[in-house]
């Protein structure tokens, strides 16, 4: 999994440097920086629903009167 993200960063940056050579910086960053923001918002959003199935199964499964009625 690490080489299929490594091999990704390395195309991502190779694609980067041919727009950048091409076109010149101010276009490439029209394109990249929404794709880049929205990465980003999606990646946190991934990142929010992962801590809110964590909490909820937290709370959901370790509540306090189970431990009270288990040591009474």
């Given at each position: 999994?690490?080489?299929?993200?490594?091999?990704?960063?390395?195309?991502?940056?190779?694609?980067?440097?041919?727009?950048?050579?091409?076109?010149g910086?101010r276009?490439a960053l029209?394109?990249f920086?929404?794709?880049?923001t929205?990465?980003?918002?999606?990646?946190?959003e991934?990142k929010?629903?992962?801590s809110?199935?964590?909490?909820i199964?937290e709370?959901?499964?370790?509540?306090?009167?189970?431990?009270?009625?288990?040591?009474?």
């Open positions: 999994m690490k080489s299929m993200r490594r091999l990704g960063l390395v195309l991502t940056v190779l694609f980067l440097g041919i727009i950048v050579g091409n076109f910086i276009p029209l394109v920086v929404p794709l880049f929205l990465w980003f918002m999606l990646w946190d991934k929010y629903r992962q809110e199935r964590r909490r199964h709370d959901h499964f370790y509540h306090e009167p189970y431990y009270r009625s288990r040591q009474s």
